[in-house]
């Protein structure tokens, strides 16, 4: 069975940074990613990675996040930096299993970024 597990989130000042978390068990997967939605928006990519290490971003996101994963312990991390208000969202991991291409989803965990 999959599961997903993710922490990290929480308030933080402008120009703070961040780490997320999200530890994928149950099968393997070829891609990574995180997601977020603010409220009234649609959810929208942040970063994905895949099993080969390649990555990819959203433009607003760019030179200021960064996705990586452990692979010994099946887990991908956001480092977020610089962040801005407009980066307040709860932050939705994402993994498609391998084999199936069936794609799970984690709880979700909330940024907020206040002064």
């Known amino acids: 069975q999959v599961q997903l597990v993710e922490s990290g989130g929480g308030l933080v000042q402008p120009g703070g940074s961040l780490r997320l978390s999200c530890a994928a068990s149950g099968s393997i997967f070829s891609i990574y990613g995180w997601y977020r939605q603010a409220p009234g928006k649609q959810r929208e990519l942040v970063a994905a990675i895949t099993k080969s290490g390649s990555t990819n971003y959203a433009d607003s996101v760019k030179d200021r996040f960064t996705i990586s994963r452990d692979h010994a312990k099946s887990t991908v991390y956001l480092q977020m930096n610089s962040l801005k208000p407009e980066d307040t969202a709860v932050y939705y991991c994402?993994?498609?299993?391998?084999?199936?291409?069936?794609?799970?989803w984690g709880q979700g965990t909330q940024v907020t970024v206040s002064s």
């Open positions: 994402n993994v498609r299993e391998y084999l199936t291409s069936y794609e799970y």
